[in-house]
């Protein structure tokens, strides 16, 4: 098979058809073996009414349905597990991602050879209030992951099916897919400008605290990615450094006690020193940080998946 679309949706009952009838004429013109993947993440206008239909009008289509909404990365994690083609790709249900970049997509995988070609909106029909934190967002993504890309969070993407089934997408991390893919060792990655179109029915799913949070989980990626395995290289260390200067004050502290004594003052009291207080509460911190990365390194050996959904349905 050539190509699998993957199509995480909430409440798109009314592009649903519309979309799925732009992906046929586009496989058909171009002669590619396909399959669309729906992944119905929970909606409540009737998306799954209308996923179970295009499937008995069409073979290509298959379609999972969870119980609730669990959010676009469950369902794209989902979507990926079960993909057969040789190359994926991934959209937006709302009619603003074009199947017509389908094509090229396809080709700069397989004859230029990348594992993964990320759409680019360079036009974008969005207000300023998401234009803007946007750009700032995938600046900051730029300069954390080393990934150079303009449109971090764009929905079409394609990748080689080998790609997709090394990821583990959780959380909200489907924002940081590029990165995850370096992270996996998939080192070829481009970038195709694509068409935005405006939304044409419903209202956007995204309100300002994603923006929040993918600066959160591209922190919790970048620190993952560099201590997730060995804890211990980060915690550890730091512990030592604030163990080593908790122990230098009290060495501090000592030998001045020491001298009082020895010049026959014995009034000072070594509670009045600062460095007391700084070598109390460095060595404590040491310790602590010391035994998070101990408790770190025990929980990475045996962690459990991270993904936790429960699929209603199944076509």
Not at 80 to 105: H, K, N, Y
Not at 162 to 185: C, F, Q, T, W
Request: with cysteine; proline share 4%; hydrophobic share 40%.
């Amino acid at each position: 098979m050539d190509i699998s679309v993957i199509i995480p949706l909430y409440n798109e009952a009314e592009s649903l058809p519309e979309l799925h009838q732009w992906i046929e004429r586009v496989m058909l013109e171009n002669h590619f073996t396909y399959e669309v993947l729906y992944v119905n993440d929970g909606s409540t206008d009737g998306s799954w009414e209308v996923i179970e239909r295009l499937a008995k009008e069409s073979p290509s289509v298959k379609g999972i349905k969870f119980r609730r909404n669990y959010g676009k990365s469950p369902a794209l994690h989902c979507g990926f597990q079960r993909a057969q083609g040789d190359v994926v790709i991934t959209m937006d249900a709302d009619l603003q991602d074009s199947p017509d970049e389908i094509p090229e997509l396809y080709r700069m995988i397989v004859e230029d050879g990348y594992d993964m070609v990320s759409g680019w909106k360079k036009k974008r029909y969005d207000p300023l209030t998401k234009t803007i934190p946007t750009k700032l967002f995938n600046a900051t993504a730029r300069k954390f992951s080393g990934v150079h890309l303009h449109d971090f969070n764009c929905g079409l993407k394609s990748y080689r099916n080998n790609v997709v089934k090394s990821l583990e997408i959780y959380s909200d991390m489907h924002r940081h897919i590029p990165y995850m893919v370096k992270i996996a060792g998939f080192n070829r990655i481009g970038e195709k400008p694509v068409q935005h179109q405006a939304r044409k029915y419903g209202s956007t799913k995204f309100g300002l605290n994603r923006f929040v949070n993918g600066y959160l989980d591209l922190i919790t990626l970048w620190f993952t990615a560099r201590f997730g395995k060995k804890p211990m290289h980060f915690f550890g260390f730091w512990g030592s450094v604030m163990f080593l200067i908790g122990f230098i004050a009290f060495v501090y502290v000592l030998t001045m006690k020491m001298i009082s004594i020895y010049a026959g003052d014995l009034r000072p009291l070594v509670t009045t020193s600062p460095f007391f207080y700084i070598s109390l509460t460095a060595m404590i911190l040491g310790t602590q940080l010391f035994l998070t990365g101990f408790l770190g390194e025990l929980i990475s050996r045996d962690s459990p998946g991270r993904n936790r959904y429960r699929i209603d349905k199944e076509i």
